[in-house]
């Protein structure tokens, strides 16, 4: 069994989409959307360096598109996803002589679970329906409560989902900062050490 075709085509297009991402980002923080006015008060302790107080003078938004251009590079990701799993299904259904009805075919997905359990139902309601044990099996072990037991939320798996879902209802919110640090005045044990 090959790859389909529509996986990687699928994975292209996601590049494509973090690409115009990353040039929309590069072209907002050109314009300098932040800017940050420090001020220095002497330390009232000696040694200690001088207190840096640090208040938001002007800040921009984000534009809107970058959430956009985020949401159709996670959806072309899960849309990959099911793909594979979609040929995985086909695949198997084929090697054991059955034909998949349209009920099944509808069924068929890349479960993403954050619990054993999770997996089962989703399993068990036809997500990986004739697809053979050992990609079974694969696709099992690469789960978020396999890969990251103790914090499945934080898994990539499940961040590709929570964001396919989350950009199916509403806008993701951006967030996008340039930091940097400045070592004016700060107590002399602190100099050269960042």
Same mark, same amino acid.
């Given at each position: 069994?090959?790859?389909?075709?529509?996986?990687?085509?699928?994975?292209?297009?996601?590049?494509?989409?973090?690409?115009?991402?990353?040039?929309?980002?590069?072209?907002?923080?050109?314009?300098?959307?932040? $800017?940050?006015?420090?001020?220095?008060?002497?330390?009232?302790?000696?040694?200690?360096?001088? $207190?840096?107080?640090?208040?938001?003078?002007?800040?921009?938004?984000?534009?809107?598109?970058?959430?956009?251009?985020?949401?159709?590079?996670?959806?072309?990701?899960?849309?990959?996803?099911?793909?594979?799993?979609?040929?995985?299904?086909?695949?198997?259904?084929?090697?054991?002589?059955?034909?998949?009805?349209?009920?099944? $075919?509808?069924?068929?997905?890349?479960?993403?679970?954050?619990?054993?359990?999770?997996?089962?139902?989703?399993?068990?309601?036809?997500?990986?329906?004739?697809?053979?044990?050992?990609?079974?099996?694969?696709?099992?072990?690469?789960?978020?409560?396999?890969?990251?037991?103790?914090?499945?939320?934080?898994?990539?798996?499940?961040?590709?989902?929570?964001?396919?879902?989350?950009?199916?209802?509403?806008?993701?919110?951006?967030?996008?900062?340039?930091?940097?640090?400045?070592?004016?005045?700060?107590?002399?044990?602190?100099?050269?050490?960042?």
């Amino acid at each position: 069994m090959s790859i389909p075709r529509s996986v990687f085509l699928k994975l292209e297009r996601a590049k494509e989409h973090l690409e115009t991402l990353a040039h929309v980002h590069d072209k907002f923080l050109a314009t300098r959307p932040y $800017e940050i006015t420090r001020s220095i008060e002497a330390s009232r302790q000696s040694g200690r360096g001088a $207190e840096h107080r640090l208040v938001w003078s002007r800040f921009e938004a984000p534009p809107e598109p970058m959430g956009l251009l985020i949401g159709d590079t996670i959806h072309n990701l899960r849309s990959a996803l099911d793909h594979l799993a979609f040929e995985l299904a086909s695949h198997g259904a084929q090697q054991s002589g059955k034909v998949m009805t349209p009920s099944q $075919e509808r069924s068929i997905q890349f479960p993403i679970a954050r619990s054993a359990r999770k997996f089962s139902r989703l399993v068990g309601r036809g997500a990986l329906k004739f697809v053979e044990a050992a990609p079974s099996k694969f696709i099992e072990d690469r789960q978020p409560f396999n890969t990251m037991s103790k914090h499945p939320d934080r898994a990539f798996l499940a961040l590709v989902s929570d964001l396919d879902n989350l950009d199916k209802h509403r806008t993701i919110n951006v967030v996008s900062a340039f930091p940097s640090i400045s070592k004016d005045n700060w107590p002399e044990q602190w100099r050269g050490s960042y």
